[in-house]
């Protein structure tokens, strides 16, 4: 967000709806002060606020919070998750993306998708089961997009990507997606209404080994805590059977050794000095050992934008 600032979504797991955690007054908090990090489970006390109209109806004043831990994604299942989401009356939609804030989604000229003030949801935050894959890619201004395609346009719709974390090169079909709507805005010099445009902020990918793959693997037995076991060889280290990466961020980790790591202030400096040297996005990838849409996203965190 502008001045440094995140906004964090969350779920409340006692009362079941979604929230947007502000700090005691009522504000978003900077990048640098906020304790929250993706997948971290918190005990929390607050109360809503409704200083905002409709959709922005998930505002919370947070009074008191202790960390209490960090789930494991590799360990959570899409569908486990998505059962969760959906017992507790959290709006998670399946198939088509015109199906998600109720089938209110309106596409601009320039094939973005927002919503009117005709017709508003109450509210500003859900997930999404996709039916098709999405497509990642930088724009003109190396932002971090994804494209997605129906029968309706051949172009496909933009979803611009708002999320700290590492984005995926491309988003397959089955995974849980969390979407929310923009603050209501219009630009300056235009007569159009105030919207609020869709926006993509994270997603939970299912990592899998294909079965014919596996059936077809060579094995060998090893030992682990006095226990035989069979396991498909991958390949051969010092002994020890080295399965390959199956899930999208053990991928992404081999690839970038760095993704998922916090970033450091002494990174963001360097960051940014780099880029005002003229390093090209390419140069700081492989400098920070992060990939394209973690660079990008940083470069906008620190105000090092073209």
């Known amino acids: 967000m502008a001045a440094d600032c995140v906004c964090v979504g969350g779920v409340d797991i006692d009362n079941r709806c979604s929230l ?6 009522g504000h978003h908090e900077t990048a640098d002060k ?7 489970i918190w005990d929390i ?27 494991d994604p590799s360990n959570l299942p899409v569908e486990r998750l998505a059962a969760f989401l959906e017992k507790s009356n959290i709006p998670l939609f399946r198939g088509s993306l015109f199906t998600v804030f109720d089938g209110k989604l309106r596409p601009t000229d320039n094939d973005k998708l927002y919503i009117s003030k005709e017709d508003v949801p109450h509210y500003s935050t859900c997930f999404w089961i996709n039916d098709k894959r999405l497509l990642g890619y930088t724009n003109s201004r190396e932002r971090w997009q994804y ?13 611009s990507y708002v999320g700290t974390a590492e984005p995926p090169a491309t988003i397959e079909p089955g995974s849980l997606i969390r979407l929310s709507l923009a603050h209501w805005w219009k630009p300056e010099d235009s007569d159009d209404e105030e919207r609020c445009y869709l926006q993509l902020s ?23 805590d006095s226990t035989p076991i069979t396991l498909p060889i991958r390949g051969v280290l010092a002994g020890n059977v080295q399965p390959e990466p199956t899930s999208y961020m053990e991928k992404q ?3 970038h050794p760095n993704a998922y790591s916090r970033w450091s202030d002494e990174d963001d400096r360097q960051l940014k000095r780099l880029f005002d040297e003229g390093k090209s996005i390419e140069e700081l990838m492989s400098i920070f050992q992060r990939n394209r849409g ?3 996203s940083r470069l906008r965190k620190v105000g090092a934008t073209e």
């Open 20 to 25: 947007r955690l502000l700090d005691v007054r």
């Open 34 to 40: 906020c304790p929250y990090q993706i997948w971290d």
């Open 45 to 71: 006390d607050y109360y809503l606020i409704h200083g905002r109209p409709n959709p922005h109806s998930e505002d919370a004043n947070v009074t008191r919070r202790e960390r209490i831990r960090t789930a």
């Open 147 to 159: 494209r997605y395609h129906d029968i309706s346009n051949q172009y496909g719709y933009t979803i």
């Open 202 to 224: 994270g997603c939970l990918l299912e990592g899998h080994v294909e079965e014919e793959t596996v059936k077809q693997a060579p094995t060998e037995e090893v030992t682990v």
């Open 253 to 255: 980790k081999a690839l």
């Open 294 to 296: 973690s660079i990008t």
